[in-house]
C-alpha cells in the first residue's frame, strides 16, 4: 500500500496545492487601468458654395475643315507645258494666277480658223442683206410678194450662220482660256496629281485645294448644352450679335487660342448620337485671325471651344470636384456631421458645377474622396489648399487673355 500512496496521492495533492497557489494570486492581482478614447473625425477639405454672376461656357470639341474644298479637273485634252511653283502640297494660291499651262497651240489654230468662219458669215449676212434690199425695191410694186421673193428667208439662214460662227468662235476662246488652271479665290493647294509633260485629257484630275478665307468647325451639343446655351434647334446669327467662341488646341508643343462665331444650329436632330451640331466659323484663320503665336488655325487641327451662353443672376456655385456621382453633394452640417445632400445641376464644367437647388451659399462643400461615406459621420473641415477657389463670372471665361491677344494681331 505505502508504494501505491507514495505515486497515487502526493502528485494528486502538489497538484491540487498549485491549482489553489494560482486561484488565490488570480483573485489578489490589482485590477488593470481602463482607458476609452473617442473616435477621431474624418479631416477633409471643404470650399464654402458661393453665390454670383455666372456667364456659362459650353465646352466641346470639333474638326476644323475648309468651308471651300475644290478638285482641279482638266477641261481640255495637252501636254502640261508648265507648272507654278506654288503648285505643290502646301502651295499658296491667289486669284487667277495660272497654277497649270497646258499646250495651247492647237486651240490657238482652232480660234483663228473660228474667227475666220464668223468674218466669213458676217460677210454672207451683209451680202443677204443687200440682195433682200434689192428685191424688196424691185418688188414694191407688186401685190402680195412672197417672203422668198424678198429673201427674207436666205436673210435669215446667213444670220443663223453667223451666230452659230459666233457660238464656235466663243468655244474656241473658252477652250483657249481653259489651256490654264486658275482658282478664284485666295487659298492653299492640298494635293497635286500631275506634273510638266504629262499629258491630261478632259476629266483628269490635276490635284486639290482650300480657299483660306473662311474655315469652319463642326461640333456636337447635348440637350443640356443647348439648354446652356439658350438657342432654338436651326438658329442662324443676324450678325448684330455674334456669339463667340474661343477655340484652343496645343500645336507645336504651346497651347494655340483663336476666336470665331457660332453662326447657325442645325435643324434636325442627329439619329445616331442624338446631338445637334453647330457650325462655327473663323474668318482669315491664316492672315489675321491667326493665334498669340502666329499660328494658323489648320485645316484638319482638332479643337476645343467654348462657346459664351445664357447669363445666371445669383446662381450658387460650388467647385466641380464637390459634384459626387448621382448629382450628390457631401456638406458639413452645423453639428460637423456628413450631410448627403441630392442636387439639381444647372451647369457643370471643368471648374465649376452650378446648382439649382440642395445646396445654400456659404454652405461647405467637401472636395476631398471619401472611403465608405456614412450620412452623420463625424467630419474635421480643413482649409482647402489643393483646389482653387470656384470661379466667379469675370474668372469663367478661362482663356479671354490669350484671345485678347490673339485680337492684336
Known amino acids: 500500500m505505502k508504494p501505491i500512496l507514495i505515486k497515487v496521492v502526493i502528485p494528486v495533492a502538489i497538484l491540487l496545492s498549485g491549482i489553489g497557489a494560482f486561484k488565490m494570486l488570480e483573485a489578489s492581482k490589482p485590477e488593470p487601468e481602463k482607458k476609452t478614447e473617442a473616435v477621431r473625425p474624418l479631416s477633409v477639405y471643404v470650399q464654402p458654395a458661393e453665390q454670383s454672376d455666372v456667364s456659362l461656357l459650353v465646352s466641346t470639341q470639333g474638326e476644323v475643315r475648309a468651308r471651300t474644298e475644290v478638285n482641279l479637273v482638266a477641261q481640255v485634252a495637252g501636254t502640261i507645258v508648265a507648272i507654278s511653283t506654288e503648285f505643290t502640297e502646301g502651295g499658296i494660291v491667289s486669284p487667277g494666277v495660272a497654277l497649270i499651262k ?45 417672203p422668198f421673193a424678198l429673201k427674207r428667208p436666205q436673210v435669215a439662214q446667213a444670220k ?38 504629262q499629258y491630261v485629257s478632259p476629266g483628269t484630275s490635276l490635284g486639290s485645294a482650300f480657299s483660306t478665307s473662311v474655315v469652319e468647325v463642326r461640333v456636337p451639343l447635348d440637350d ?17 450679335n455674334p456669339l463667340m467662341v474661343n477655340l484652343k ?10 476666336q470665331g462665331e457660332l453662326v447657325r444650329l442645325d435643324a434636325s436632330v442627329d439619329s445616331q448620337t442624338r446631338t445637334i451640331y ?28 467654348e462657346i459664351q451662353g445664357r447669363k445666371i443672376i445669383d446662381a ?11 448629382n450628390n453633394v457631401f456638406v458639413i452640417n452645423s453639428e460637423e456631421r456628413l450631410d448627403v445632400r441630392k442636387v439639381h ?35 474635421a473641415a480643413l482649409e482647402n489648399s489643393i ?6 463670372e469675370e474668372e469663367v471665361h478661362k482663356g479671354e487673355e490669350a484671345i485678347a491677344l490673339v485680337g492684336d494681331h
Do not use: C
Not at 443640356?224 to 442662324?236: C, H, K, M, R, T
Open 387 to 392: 483646389s482653387d477657389k470656384a470661379p466667379k
Open 160 to 197: 443663223a450662220r453667223l451666230i452659230a460662227a459666233q457660238a464656235s468662235l466663243s468655244q474656241a476662246e473658252l477652250n483657249l482660256d481653259r489651256t490654264q488652271i486658275t482658282l478664284p479665290f485666295d487659298g492653299r493647294v492640298m494635293k497635286k496629281n500631275v506634273d510638266i509633260g
Open 102 to 146: 497646258i499646250d495651247d497651240t492647237d486651240y490657238k489654230l482652232a480660234l483663228l480658223q473660228a474667227q475666220a468662219v464668223v468674218a466669213e458669215a458676217e460677210v454672207k449676212v451683209q451680202e443677204a442683206v443687200a440682195i433682200a434690199d434689192v428685191a424688196r425695191k424691185q418688188l414694191q410694186h407688186s401685190e402680195n410678194p412672197s
Open 249 to 258: 488646341a496645343t500645336v507645336a508643343g504651346k497651347e494655340q487660342y483663336w
Open 316 to 326: 450658387t456655385v460650388i467647385p466641380r470636384d464637390g459634384l459626387r456621382a448621382g
Open 224 to 240: 443640356d448644352e443647348l439648354a446652356s446655351l439658350d438657342l432654338p434647334i436651326g438658329f442662324i446669327a443676324d450678325g448684330n
Open 278 to 305: 453647330g457650325q462655327i466659323e473663323v474668318r482669315s484663320p491664316y492672315k489675321e485671325n491667326v493665334s498669340q503665336n502666329n499660328m494658323p488655325l489648320a485645316v484638319g487641327l482638332y479643337v476645343k471651344a
Open 345 to 379: 445641376v444647372v451647369h457643370s464644367s471643368e471648374k465649376i458645377a452650378i446648382i439649382g437647388s440642395g445646396v445654400q451659399p456659404d454652405d461647405r462643400i467637401i472636395v476631398s474622396s471619401i472611403r465608405n461615406p456614412i450620412p452623420g459621420m463625424r467630419i
